[in-house]
């Protein structure tokens, strides 16, 4: 059925008999002077939780019941799609081959501003992760053609380069930055404020750039497989693939430094771990995985929905900890260990594990806020994801996932058990090596007033 927003339900059925059938029912109400309104679907026909339609127009190439269908049949409805697609790897392709726009008109549409806009008026950054993460989608297929089966690995740290002070239309965009010719990839990907088309965005226009590492998988074995390098045609696109190398040889090296690699040094041996505090500060959530967060191979969930989930966890949790609205400041980098099956259990735990200033100097001396009448403290907070198998019970971990949020609060957390004294210096490393330390302020005080999006 298709119905005008602006018209009352009650008149548009008591007015349906006596309207001519035609097939655009909305010009048969235009003749009876309705208010002027837009037409929607009741029914649409590819429904997903929150993702721009402009990325999804083509994520669902059926629907879920004949996908269902197929996989109680015993075929698998990735492969065969894939199977039929030509692999090219001796052709190279350039950055711009890969480039994808996509203008998000939050301005322009309000009834659209619905999805992203929370209760407060800001906007919701974990919808808009999801929509980055299919952008990547969209943009790593250009990159490696069909013959593939691709998923997310992996998302690098993200920051707000200039918050948005109001609401406006959003231009999200991103091309591949890095392909040695392997089966992993690097997508950059970029929101800013949206200008006039063909005019490209301003440094001071960029709202946020995040990466993802998509890894390509052979449709049939599932094993890694090899897709076309990519090759430089400017000076300044040399110099973001040499950036790109440089984050993964960065990232194989700090894995050296991770706690199953390391143990703790004397400086980080010093703090507390006697006070219970830590463990109180758990949020938890369960939910069965529905069809309609599927991706695009129908049988496992779309990796943006994952990320927005874990975001608004420990969002909440943030807020639970400090009893005040917590203010997002970064997210670091994660790796998607596992897929999260459609009908599978997700399940997911937020904690406060570090809080900036911090429990105690590398001195031993207690640390002081810089302006004790207005104080700041930044939270780093851990989800844990893990997926269960509802028939057999087996549960598998699906990724870590740190966040920072700041409140106007002088608080702090201490652990207790070993285990969380171990996320808790874990947490503190990140810090140090990220160099994300209170005494930045760039995202702090009077900046952060302004700080039009948050949840």
Request: aromatic letters at 8%; one cysteine or more; charged letters at 25%.
């Amino acid at each position: 059925m298709v119905a005008c927003r602006n018209f009352p339900v009650r008149g548009l059925l008591g007015l349906a008999s006596r309207l001519p059938v035609m097939d655009d029912a909305c010009a048969a109400f235009s003749k009876a002077r309705f208010y002027p309104g837009r037409c929607i679907s009741g029914t649409p026909a590819r429904a997903t939780d929150g993702v721009f339609r402009g990325l999804v127009d083509n994520r669902l190439p059926m629907p879920w019941i004949e996908a269902w269908r197929l996989q109680q049949d015993g075929k698998n409805v990735a492969s065969d799609e894939a199977r039929s697609q030509e692999r090219d790897l001796h052709t190279p392709k350039k950055m711009s081959d890969s480039y994808h726009r996509v203008v998000l008109p939050l301005g322009r549409d309000p009834w659209l501003s619905d999805t992203y806009i929370n209760s407060s008026g800001h906007i919701r950054l974990g919808t808009v992760i999801m929509d980055l993460d299919a952008l990547s989608g969209i943009i790593v297929y250009k990159h490696t053609g069909q013959g593939v089966t691709t998923v997310t690995a992996a998302l690098d740290r993200i920051t707000i380069a200039h918050p948005l002070t109001e609401i406006c239309d959003l231009e999200y965009s991103g091309q591949v930055t890095y392909a040695t010719g392997r089966s992993s990839v690097e997508i950059t990907c970029k929101v800013a404020k949206a200008r006039g088309q063909g005019e490209p965005s301003k440094p001071e226009d960029v709202l946020l750039t995040c990466t993802f590492t998509m890894v390509a998988l052979d449709p049939i074995t599932k094993r890694p497989a090899n897709i076309p390098r990519l090759i430089c045609s400017t000076p300044e696109e040399e110099n973001i693939f040499q950036a790109g190398e440089a984050k993964a040889l960065a990232k194989k090296k700090k894995l050296k430094t991770s706690l199953l690699e390391t143990e703790p040094n004397d400086a980080e041996s010093t703090l507390p771990s006697n006070v219970i505090a830590m463990g109180k500060t758990q949020l938890s959530t369960a939910a069965i995985m529905q069809p309609q967060y599927r991706n695009r191979h129908q049988t496992m969930i779309f990796g943006g929905f994952h990320l927005k989930q874990t975001f608004e966890l420990a969002f909440c949790c943030a807020a639970s900890f400090a009893h005040a609205r917590p203010t997002f400041i970064s997210a670091d980098p994660c790796i998607f260990r596992n897929p999260v099956p459609v009908g599978s259990v997700l399940y997911l735990t937020a904690t406060i594990v570090y809080t900036d200033p911090p429990l105690l100097n590398e001195d031993g001396s207690e640390p002081k806020q810089k302006d004790p009448k207005n104080p700041a403290t930044r939270l780093h907070v851990r989800v844990d994801s893990k997926v269960r198998d509802v028939e057999h019970g087996n549960a598998k971990p699906t990724g870590q996932f740190h966040y920072t949020f700041s409140v106007p609060k002088d608080v702090k957390v201490l652990p207790y058990t070993y285990q969380e004294y171990m996320m808790y210096i874990d947490a503190r490393r990140r810090v140090q090596q990220l160099g994300d330390v209170q005494d930045h302020q760039e995202h702090t005080g009077s900046d952060l007033e302004n700080v039009n999006l948050t949840e």
